[in-house]
């Protein structure tokens, strides 16, 4: 996904003359061979997503272990959502105003909650700075999952029910509701 776009962008960076800005958690090495070396490249600390959202910590605890609603473990990972999300907030902020930048084109950032902290902070920083967004969404959460309470007897789990594995846990799922796309 990241090389199609980086492919247009490219081209109508250099007609426009615009400069083009890659923000991330970090740039693998097989980022070398889809962005061109001219852009610039910004790093925002715990902004990958899935495995590599702080070393798999919070993605676990949200999707693949219990967390009852009011619990001590939703509380903590509420709080350090939210924390997270501000840090991000303020650390896009500053790229985007030292940048110049005039519009966001986030990769799938709010189709799954790969990270929903980066989600948020996406979301709050284009509110914030009256930023646009072209948001390009793909791998929808519901997409291939479902709680096992709607799926028919006899059905074989999707390969994205644990998404929904705390989906009594109302509060959170309200809030991946809001920042995810939903059906």
Known sequence: ??????????RLARRRRMTIHCI??????????????EWDRHVVPDANGWSKWSEGRWFQRLF?????EGSDESD?????IWRQAVRMSHDLAAIIEKGGIDLLFPINVNSNPG??????????????LQIPVV???????????????????????GPRDHFFRNRDNRDFFRFL??????K
């Open 177 to 182: 509701e809001r920042v995810h796309p939903w």
């Open 135 to 157: 948001n390009s969404n793909h791998d929808f959460y519901w997409e291939d999952g479902a709680p096992a309470s709607d799926r028919p007897p006899g059905e074989e789990p």
């Open 24 to 37: 991330a958690g970090d740039f693998s090495e097989d980022a070398v061979h889809v962005l061109n070396p």
């Open 64 to 68: 693949h272990e219990d967390m009852p």
């Open 115 to 128: 990270n929903p902290a980066l989600a948020l902070a996406v979301v709050l920083v284009s509110e914030a």
């Open 1 to 10: 996904e990241v090389a199609k776009y980086a492919t247009c962008l490219g």
């Open 76 to 80: 903590e990972l509420a709080v350090e």
